[in-house]
């Protein structure tokens, strides 16, 4: 089992940045993966940044360049960068943690960017 925590979401005017992270626990020496996504209503979840063990990254189209994954394999916590926040950022944001077969969500952070 890994629990995952996360903080870091809030309010902040186009253009403005913020920072998530998301601390693991648990099971921690299983996950082959962390990520970020994020689900705005009546839509379905999508990518947001993906970081392998290996430091691998992956982004989606709409973030690219904008944002940036990154992890602490110390304290066992990853971090989204966002930076350049356009209303349509706004939703909510989850962490996951791929171990294997299973993948594991955190609770979500409010992202909300004003115009």
């Known amino acids: 089992q890994v629990q995952l925590v996360e903080s870091g979401g809030g309010l902040v005017q186009a253009g403005g940045s913020l920072r998530l992270s998301c601390a693991a626990s648990?099971?921690?020496?299983?996950?082959?993966?962390m990520g970020w996504y994020r689900q705005a209503p009546g839509k379905q979840r999508e990518l947001v940044a993906v970081?392998?063990?290996?430091?691998?990254?992956t982004y989606a189209s709409s973030v690219k360049g904008r944002f940036t994954i990154s992890r602490d394999n110390a304290k066992n916590t990853v971090y989204l960068q966002m930076n350049s926040l356009k209303p349509e950022d706004t939703t909510v944001y989850y962490c996951?943690?791929?171990?294997?077969?299973?993948?594991?969500w955190g609770q979500g952070t409010q992202v909300t960017v004003s115009s």
């Open positions: 970081i392998t063990s290996d430091g691998t990254t």
């Open positions: 648990g099971s921690v020496f299983s996950i082959k993966s």
């Open positions: 996951a943690a791929v171990t294997g077969p299973y993948h594991y």
